[in-house]
């Protein structure tokens, strides 16, 4: 199993949670004791016992904005069999999203997740949608069972960093 989730992610692409903008990511409608933090953050996400879950409804929104400018190539959801997400839209660049937001734009990119994917094969996206990404929105649509409850155990984002430079860093050379 770890072959065919090491082999769908490309050399060179690496795991971008340390880019992560950790004060300004946000989730609509997750449960107050299942949050965001259990699916994203290092050593939650891989604690089997933790998992993000869904409140009022299946539908999660989550927001993960960029401490520097990426390239995303894939993404890997895990969740389980029935309560796993089934329907994922990937927005780049919109920030502050609401659910009644989701249908009036575009999302760069759907994935439908297989069994596989849930099992943690990565869905390998557009990549020409995610050249420039400053800031992901994460639409959770509906789950495998069709079920109310929507739970996401692990979120992990492979991509690279674009280099840029670093406007704040240039000092001004002063004329002699």
């Not at 992560?20 to 990511?25: A, N």
């Not at 929104?61 to 401490?67: H, S």
């Not at 994917?117 to 929105?137: A, D, E, H, I, W």
Request: glycine fraction near 6%.
């Amino acid at each position: 199993m770890s072959a065919v989730s090491a082999s769908a992610i490309q050399k060179g692409q690496v795991d971008l949670l340390d880019f992560v903008d950790w004060s300004g990511v946000e989730c609509l409608n997750q449960s107050t004791s299942h949050t965001l933090a259990n699916a994203l953050k290092q050593g939650y996400r891989e604690d089997e016992g933790l998992h993000l879950e869904s409140d009022a409804d299946e539908q999660l929104l989550v927001y993960i904005p960029f401490t520097q400018v990426i390239k995303l190539h894939s993404v890997l959801i895990k969740g389980p069999e029935d309560e796993g997400p089934r329907t994922v839209k990937l927005f780049a660049n919109k920030e502050h999203m609401g659910f009644s937001d989701v249908n009036d734009f575009p999302p760069s990119d759907t994935a439908v997740l297989s069994p596989d994917n849930l099992q943690g094969k990565p869905v390998v996206l557009k990549y020409v949608k995610f050249q420039n990404v400053r800031s992901l929105t994460i639409f959770v649509e509906d789950n495998q069972s069709g079920s109310d409850i929507t739970k996401v155990q692990k979120i992990v984002l492979y991509g690279t960093t674009v280099e840029t430079t670093d406007m704040k860093g240039l000092k001004k050379i002063e004329d002699h």
